[in-house]
């Protein structure tokens, strides 16, 4: 049984009154939240009073606007992870492919479904590089692949034309390929990476982002699903009305708006990005792998340290969480995640980090 | 097919501008939002960088306080209508027994869980009263069974020891009595009418409750299901975690504590139940079933007036908005439901249907 635990729960299971924490467990912007999201929610307080629009028309229509795309091939759900639980549902897959180490919640989503997981390994030995023939030798017997790009936690980026590749076969199995792209807004030059595009006219493909990421709201919850009209419009009658709350309405269509928070939090992210990579690589002991959002996998495998849970007890001395990675499939108790934060905090990391390994 | 729309969704298709409209369509508690949920709402702004607690535990443990079970006895959900589509699909239900008229998501629920609606209808001629013995036949091919209690739109209060007679029947045949009281709250003596006590040791049992309808905060979402705790450990593995977003949780917890509040939306309820139901009944050609909770259902039966659609119409221009019932599987177009609000208000939608219909 794997372990269901995510990053982020710091403020949960630690006295966090015992020492101010930096939590480098979850993978938010670093920048906070939007200028104008504090005055957006405080002045819907009073409309708690009323139901959310119950499917989210509004936001959905700014949301089609900013991505250059119609209202009809957007749905928005509660967190991007209620399209994780109801597409397997939706599609009645009877097997899905996972491919590993990524995100546990597939896993679970398809096991409650009642569908099977068919598991296709990336290797530690190939930097975690997806492989490709594999997934088209199983696509014949199973229904639905679960795609994270950029994958969580590796960092690992599958390029369009290798996706592309995939989908003629996927269309002639009738599989449903879900392109989960929640980090991509991190990554750069993610407009030409993106399959957002490509998926509006194509029924092989779904595209999952996540608002409350770049935007850093994920308390309130809001991810969006992109794909071929009647594909969503088929989708969509397995959402329940009012699942957006009316905040995440609110806030979402406000974010849309900010172009200067997108603006500065890639610059930013380009920068500490390669800062923290660059100063970890150094750390004696410490394998890191190249990354593309704004999160870091991280390999013990040379250190005397033992393993990351260790590790993680002896950072959080030094005031500092990571995200140990023993409960990802296809890691080991040497893994760790770090989120890339601001440049204060991931300079405290890397010393932290040189003192513990030292 | 039927029409999905609910209501209390004037602010969104109406041009609120034109005039100051009473939205009787929507049954929220008239007292407004409980005195604390405003400064806690403020002060957790700041926390929506961090993601809610991923299964609510906190939240949990203040309700199973509240209603004084185990924490192992309860789940919460985006809104009680979580649960109205979980339910069916966690128990693979083939076939639910739905009592119309009723909440119309129920249906809808059972059809996109690949499940068949078994209809069993309470008749106008006989108050729509529940047909508990054309129930039991049924119950042998059946696997679920919701049961609004109260009813909406009907009023309709079935007393314990009447369902109680169905569970013995239940238990033998696997069947699981879904009782939906999220307006419990709004009746008179509901601690000796509501089956949450009695479904925490019963299998055959579920009990679902809202927080947003008594604590008027439809727009944040949250409700709860109650049952025995081997059952709700079984469904707690269809939900996905962080369904209720972190000023939900924060909110819930805190109106839990506002005892204040409570007394006095109970004491305006009954008050004003009484007020309007006896001047309703007093307009000409209106019959009006008698009320439990904070709605009241009205039959335009032997008016001149035309359908109910034709009464909102003109009931606009008054600026008062009505739930046109003829959408409800069992109900026509002569059907319409007001919500109870406060003394100015319901005398205001008194003078307008007298002067509409008079």
Redesign the interface.
Same mark, same amino acid.
Do not use: T
């Given at each position: 049984m794997i372990n269901?635990a995510?990053g982020?729960?710091a403020?949960?299971f630690l006295d966090t009154n015992a020492l101010k924490l930096i939590d480098f467990s979850?993978n938010?912007n670093p920048l906070?939240?939007p200028r104008k999201?504090?005055e957006i929610?405080?002045e819907?307080?009073?409309?708690?009073?009323?139901?959310? !629009?119950?499917e989210s $028309?509004?936001l959905k229509k700014d949301l089609a606007d900013f991505y250059n795309i119609s209202h009809r091939n957007l749905l928005a759900g509660?967190?991007s992870?209620?399209f994780?639980?109801m597409v397997p549902?939706a599609l009645k897959a009877k097997r899905a492919l996972i491919i590993t180490p990524t995100f546990s !919640?597939y896993e679970f $989503?398809v096991k409650?479904n009642g569908a099977r997981p068919v598991f296709v390994q990336s290797l530690e030995s190939n930097n975690f590089k997806i492989n490709i023939s594999r997934i088209k030798k199983l696509i014949p017997g199973i229904n639905l692949i679960f795609l994270c790009n950029p994958n969580n936690p590796t960092g690992m980026l599958v390029p369009p034309e290798e996706i592309l590749a995939l989908t003629g076969l996927c269309k002639r199995y009738g599989v449903v390929l879900l392109i989960d792209e929640v980090f991509i807004d991190f990554v750069e030059s993610s407009e030409k990476l993106t399959l957002l595009g490509e998926s509006i006219r194509n029924k092989s493909l779904l595209v999952l982002r996540s608002l409350t990421k770049f935007f850093?709201?994920?308390?309130?919850?809001l991810g969006c699903l992109i794909g071929q009209r009647d594909l969503i419009g088929k989708l969509a009658?397995?959402q329940?009305?009012?699942?957006v709350?009316?905040?995440?309405q609110a806030a979402g269509r406000e974010v849309l708006k900010d172009r200067d928070y997108m603006r500065n939090s890639k610059e930013f992210m380009f920068k500490e990005r390669r800062y923290l990579f660059d100063n970890l690589k150094r750390i004696r002991g410490l394998k890191v792998y190249p990354p593309s959002a704004n999160f870091i996998l991280c390999n013990l495998k040379d250190a005397d340290a033992g393993n990351a849970r260790i590790l993680a007890k002896k950072l959080i001395k030094h005031g500092i969480i990571i995200r140990n990675c023993d409960n990802f499939r296809g890691l080991n108790d040497k893994f760790f995640r770090v989120a890339i934060k601001s440049r204060k905090e991931n300079v405290r990391l890397v010393s932290s980090l040189r003192k513990v390994l030292g």
């Open positions: 269901r995510h982020g729960n403020q949960f979850v938010i906070g939240l999201v504090k929610i405080s819907n307080i009073d409309n708690l009073l009323c139901y959310p !629009e119950p $028309a509004y509660n967190g992870i209620e994780i639980h549902r !919640e $989503a409650a850093a709201l994920p308390g309130l919850r009658r397995f329940y009305p009012w699942n709350n009316a905040l995440a």
